[in-house]
């Protein structure tokens, strides 16, 4: 649903700028990021109608291919799976525990508010990962992520399925930990350390995972997703998606991920937040309303509170390399529009954080690439470099030699964020 625009954009380039209100929270880790302002999507969002202003934006995220007129499309192809298909440092040969090529998380709303926003297809405003035009299944259920990344769970398996491997196992850290104990006298005291913190978050994990009501097991008696987006405030279930996707970044059970806040058209009630009813889909349609502004300021501040916090703790996980897990990743953080009040598929707001093991630029450096001041036009100017450039940046960084993606509109990458 975008951004309040003028409380994202810093007002400097360079290094030396304030970090302005919704950006804040990344403070300790200014020197782990860059911010990238100005990119504009140029026709590949365009015309936007049909779809609505936000699938024309939701479905190009990551695929950089435009939906008007091109539904069925066999070159839909999302970047995480272009990345994961392709790139030598993600392919692993033999490896020790199992593995997934790459995982879906996005937090469950009811996706009948907002409907497929003139799509046809709620996949569009749904999705963003996509491979060949099959939109890739988002896990939005925390209990069903975390079976996926520790024992394996397969997101077709029956509730019958689900109940009998649950039944099995008491605890996936007392069966985990059995298995590694004869390995203890094996380890060194800084392997040991990093042990010990891994089991004990799994433990910490667990344990908040069951108390949202939402541990299936023998009590179940409603087809777990259902139990838990009926149960489970979102407030609560954020945190614990975010802190599994670090865990498996932590225990390299994938190498890419996407991971949705929220559907676009989201009708999420901030309430709890802005203590009145604070739909984001309704909000995010300010009109400059002095109330609306505030509230889509303080909805933008938590996102990202919660956001920096998930980078703190893969900041925190040293890897055998001597660096953190941010460090070794490159994290891609953007929304399908920029202004939500116009459906703003220019000036996006974007920032990278982790310099994937020094491929990437990072620093703390804001780009601008179109000074235009606020407030901004409806028509963009398609001055500032197609947002795809940054796509083919990461995948560049990974291993992957293309020079344009999606419908060709991009060519070359960003060098200003290649090392």
């Known amino acids: ?132 035009n099959v939109p890739q299944a988002n896990i939005q259920a925390p209990q069903l992520a975390f079976d996926r990344i520790f024992t394996g769970f397969s997101p ?77 405030p979102y407030a609560e279930r954020l945190p614990v998606m975010f802190e599994l996707a670090a865990l498996a970044f932590q225990c390299d059970i994938t190498r890419v991920m996407t991971f949705m806040v929220g559907r676009s058209t989201s009708h999420e009630n901030f309430a709890f937040l802005t203590g009145s009813t604070s739909e984001h889909h309704d909000t995010s349609h300010h009109g400059n309303n002095p109330a609306n502004l505030a509230k889509l300021k303080a909805i933008g501040r938590w996102q990202m509170e919660h956001f920096a916090k998930f980078l703190t703790r893969v900041d925190g996980m040293i890897e055998a390399n001597g660096k953190s897990v941010l460090d070794n990743m490159c994290v891609y953080f953007s929304s399908e529009i920029s202004d939500g009040n116009a459906h703003k598929k220019f000036d996006m707001p974007v920032l990278l954080a982790g310099d994937l093991g020094g491929k990437m630029k990072t620093g703390g450096n804001h780009f601008m690439y179109t000074a235009i001041p606020f407030p901004r036009p409806l028509v963009g100017p398609s001055g500032g470099p197609h947002t795809g450039k940054v796509l083919i940046s990461i995948a560049n960084a990974f291993g992957v030699p293309i020079t344009t993606f999606g419908d060709g509109a991009a060519k070359g990458p960003l060098t200003d964020i290649l090392a």
């Not at 066999?74 to 392709?86: G, K, M, N, Y």
């Not at 350390?193 to 008696?221: H, M, N, P, V």
């Open 1 to 132: 649903n975008g951004f309040h625009m003028p409380d994202w954009t810093p007002t400097k380039t360079g290094t030396d700028w304030v970090m302005p209100h919704i950006l804040a929270p990344l403070e300790p880790l200014r020197k782990k990021i860059v911010v990238l302002s100005g990119l504009d999507h140029h026709q590949t969002a365009e015309p936007a109608q049909p779809p609505g202003g936000h699938a024309s934006g939701t479905a190009p995220f990551l695929t950089m291919r435009r939906v008007n007129g091109n539904i069925n499309d066999p070159l839909r192809t999302s970047i995480d799976q272009v990345i994961a298909e392709q790139s030598p440092f993600v392919k692993r040969p033999m490896p020790s525990v199992p593995t997934l090529p790459s995982m879906q998380l996005a937090l469950a709303v009811d996706h009948l508010k907002g409907g497929s926003d003139g799509a046809g297809n709620t996949a569009f405003v749904e999705n963003i990962s996509w491979n060949k």
């Open 156 to 232: 077709v398996a029956t509730n019958a399925d689900q109940q009998r491997r649950t039944a099995l196992r008491a605890s996936v850290l007392d069966s985990v930990a059995k298995q590694t104990q004869a390995l203890q006298g094996k380890l060194n005291a800084s392997d040991r350390i990093k042990a010990d913190q891994y089991f004990t978050s799994i433990r910490a994990l667990e344990t908040r995972i069951q108390s949202l009501g939402a541990g299936g097991g023998a009590t179940c008696t409603k087809p777990l997703k259902t139990t838990l987006a009926a149960t489970a």
